[in-house]
């Protein structure tokens, strides 16, 4: 290959850059033509930028002789190796100057005249310049350029904060933009003792990437450049060389900024003193920078110097506090990361792309006349179209703020923008278009990504072979309660060793019409009457309600309670009694099958209060008639996570949700971290079926905290359960506390966190993800094969879930109940990041296929059982017998 070698950091040098003439000879022994195109001298922090006003100029680099070592690598003189002064002009002052460092090679003000030199090309310009210089200017004699490499950069360019301000990636983007394939490499060291053994293998592993990339690169035009990072470690090359996304981090509060006196120094010592505090601060974890904030008098200023000080401690903090995958996780482990780009900036707001902006009247009337409005019916789609026909016409209406740009955001990453037009839904003026109606071409792929209510299912039908759709028509034998219950009833009947058994709670599904009637409806609950009997009998809950645990585990923790005696030996034999009756108790938590956001849960130990919840319900609703027969949509974000009481819950519960019910064990103790103040949480999961059927889990989980410490459901009345100790689902939390706050964000920012940065042991955490695989997998299957009549996926479907785990103080994780249409709301905008990636991984397994293969067949996106590059790890793939392109019927 022709290969086009840029950076930012200027020719070889001991003080700012050390590793390009190494990478060079590498690439060299290679076999590749390498030409070098680099800034005269340090162009650090500058990004993508050129300069203007200016004219260009170039100098003449001659690098040492293949015999001597490569340049930049040492920090002492060596003449062994006299300077390359074949220049045909007398030496100048620079000439004289760069003679005093033979050891880097030699820089001229004029080229060559002895054929087969080699010979670099310095610039007065920026690593961008570099590239158009490099590209169109010089080197055309040795054939078109094939890639652009820009680097190795002196330093790490992982998450944003460092990429955004990077010469060595603006030099890739600038190569990018001129429709060339671009690397972006850069070496994180980790000390500033440049071992030269280290380097080369360093080099070594560079080539081999960069060599690989471009075998493998995408034909697709989804990828435009690389940025790869290479940790400078002796054992790099036992590390691996992952696929990663770049981490999203921001700078702390204060300046990057130091305020000095006096003169600035020059720019090579400026650079090497950032260079020693990047170091610093990797291996003493402490920055550079300064707030800088003196006090100045009013109306005046105080004459100041300021030096560029980034305080790279905010860097680093950032990658520790961020789970696992990304590009700073990956070389702080040891590892390279590879993190593909596209040319451009990120996008927000992409609902809105193709809409008109109706400007309204003016707040002020200083600039004149007010211009009058648009009538609201006026409002007009711009039709987003590209050149040429597009593969795919997409109607994406997610119908939630949250998630729409989220989506759009994904399609716009990783679908050219030639192969799809969106579409727009119909005004609320004309809701009796059809979908069939906006597609302008009878035999044209059609994608939906819509509410449940809002697919078109009845076009979809018609058109196997050419829709995709994100939801499967019938899948309530897992997202209404009563049927999850049966299913699982049913496939571990069948299947006695399976996961199911020891991972989900036996169920008592009953249905009740009237209060009145309760009795009845238990009979064929064995289970359950026998319990609440045993409990009634143990006296430990009864009329009074005081106490009760769970009598499940002979290891469960006894929550303390002030015994009420008289005396210290009182005290302690009402303490004893009390422990062997909260053993003898087994709390039982109800659902109502078809309620959603916690609505009705309750928790009971005995017949008697399990009434009275059904009494208080008849008496709320005697005025409602609602019909039981609703959407099949489910959101349902309420499982054990939602465990409440009477106490604090004011929701209303509908008739209709008063029909089908399901009991189960309360899961007591759960597991508690002390480091959360012993808050119970539940761990969300996002899963995507696609097709008939993979299931894939999204790795980066979250874990949602309820407001107050927990507390076993029987150290208190049973009227005075504090609900806050039990809800763990974000839309349900009532304390003082919480409910004062008008900030959403940061309720969700103190009850939601990403379950991978909990402080759990390494093999506790990956032992909860693998169980929850399994579970997962297992349940999904269970469904697609014992409740054909519940759950049919279809082969040009899709559809994402959310699956309740709660953990219990064992290590063991219990589904709770799985929603779809999951509230992804509640991840908070500080994890947008989870959502966000999560349907990057939706869109490239599930729409990607879809949309670039020419027949739309092969919806189903290959996975990982080990975990996909996006996080989207497959843990069941099932043939149902069902093949892309056949009919369905509704």
Known sequence: ????????????????????????????????????????????????????????????????PPSAPAAGLSHDDDDRHPPLNTSTQPATAQDTAAAAEPRHGTTHSRPSTRPGTEEWILVDGTPASCVQIGLYHFFRDRGPVDLVVSGPNYGRNTTAVFALSSGTLGGALEAAVCRHRAIALSYAFFSRNHDTVIIGKASRRSVSVIEALVREWPRDGSVDLYSVNVPLLENLEEGKVLYTGMLQNYWGLGSCFTEVDGSVDGEEEDEERIRKEEGAAEEAGEGGGSD??????????????????????????????????????????????????????????????????????????????????SKPDEATSVAIRETGKPQVYALIEYADDYVQPLIMSALKSLLPPESYTLLKLPSASSPDISLAELVPEVNAKVLQIMPYESIDFDYAAAHPGTSLINSYVIRKALIRKHFLSATVENWVAKHPSSVLKTHVKRSEAFEVDYAEFLDDALVE??????????????????????????????????????????????????GSRKEKREDATEWWILKPSMSDRGQGIRLFSTMEQLQEIFDGWEVESDEEEEDDDNSERADGDDSQDGSANTKTDNQPIMTSHLRHFVAQPYIHPP????????????????????????????????????????????VSDLDDIDLDAH??????????????????????????????????????????????????????????RGMTIHFQPLPHAFEVYGLDFLVDAKGIAWLLEVNAFPDFKQTGEGLTGVVGGFWEGVVRTGVVPFAMNSDGEGVAGEGKEDGGDDGMVLVREVDLGRRWGERFTL
């Not at 022709?2 to 190494?22: A, E, F, K, Q, R």
């Not at 070098?36 to 500058?46: A, D, E, G, K, N």
């Not at 790795?699 to 927990?710: E, G, I």
Request: hydrophobic share 35%; with cysteine; proline share 7%.
């Open 1 to 64: 290959m022709h290969i086009l070698v840029v950076n930012d950091d200027g020719p070889p040098s001991p003080h700012s850059s050390p590793y390009v003439h190494s990478l060079v000879r590498e690439l060299q022994s290679h076999g590749h033509i390498v030409s070098v195109c680099l800034p005269h001298t340090q162009r650090s922090w500058i990004g993508k930028a050129h300069m203007i006003g200016q004219t260009v100029k170039p100098l003449y680099y001659r690098p040492p």
């Open 292 to 373: 800088g904030d003196a006090q100045s008098k009013p109306a005046c200023h105080t004459h100041k110097h300021f030096k560029w000080s980034p305080r790279f401690t905010d860097v680093y903090q950032s990658v520790d506090e961020a789970p696992p995958g990304n590009d700073g996780w990956a070389v702080k482990e040891g590892h390279t990361s590879v993190t593909p780009l596209k040319a451009n900036f990120f996008q927000a707001a992409m609902q809105m792309h193709g809409k008109e902006l109706q400007l309204g009247p003016s707040r002020s009337s200083t600039f004149g006349a007010v211009p009058k409005s």
């Open 525 to 574: 609950a064995f289970d359950l009457r026998e319990s609440l009997e045993r409990n009634a009998s143990a006296g430990c809950a009864g009329d009074d309600g005081n106490d009760g645990s769970d009598g499940n585990d002979a290891e469960t923790e006894i929550v303390a309670e002030q015994a009420d005696g008289t005396s210290p030996v009182a005290d302690a034999a009402a």
């Open 671 to 714: 597991l508690l971290l002390p480091e959360r103040n012993n808050h119970k949480f539940h761990i969300r999961v996002y899963v995507l079926c696609v097709g008939s059927l993979k299931v894939y889990v999204y790795r980066d989980m979250l874990a949602l905290f309820a407001a107050k410490p927990y507390q076993a459901p029987g």
């Open 727 to 784: 809800l763990t689902n974000t839309c349900l939390q009532t304390s003082q506390d919480t409910a004062s706050s008008s900030n959403t964000d940061v309720l969700a920012r103190d009850l939601v966190h990403r379950f991978w940065s909990l402080p759990l042991a390494q093999d506790q955490a990956a032992s909860i993800f693998s169980q929850i695989c399994d579970v997962t997998g297992e349940l999904f299957e269970a469904a697609a």
